[in-house]
Nanobody, 116 residues
């Protein structure tokens, strides 16, 4: 069972940038797709961005298009989420996700807090 570990969250001011990283315990090449979800207090978990491992196709939630970029590094077994122009509405716990070997796998999450 692959394990996912997120890092890079923190407390920032509106307009700042953060870069989240997700490191997998084994090669990500066998994953169908990976991505990031987020969950704010009292809200359901929502998709932020996904990337198809085989062909690098990406998909973004409308709320983050043009501000966030998802990428992968097969050699390092990581995916990253570059977040620019952060807004208070982006405040949430961010979770790395993978569809790999017929299973959904989730990281423990990293907190992003954007002060107004």
């Amino acid at each position: 069972q692959v394990q996912l570990v997120e890092s890079g969250g923190g407390l920032v001011q509106a307009g700042a940038s953060l870069r989240l990283s997700c490191t997998a315990s084994e090669t990500i090449l066998r994953a169908d797709r990976m991505g990031w979800f987020r969950q704010a207090p009292g809200k359901e978990r929502e998709l932020v961005a996904t990337i198809v491992i085989s062909d690098s196709r990406t998909n973004y939630a409308d709320a983050v298009k043009g501000r966030f970029t998802i990428s992968r590094d097969n050699a390092k077994n990581t995916i990253e989420l570059q977040m620019n122009s952060l807004k208070p509405e982006d405040t949430a716990a961010y979770y790395c996700w993978s569809w790999i070997q017929t299973k959904n796998v989730w990281g423990r999450g990293t907190q992003v807090t954007v002060a107004s």
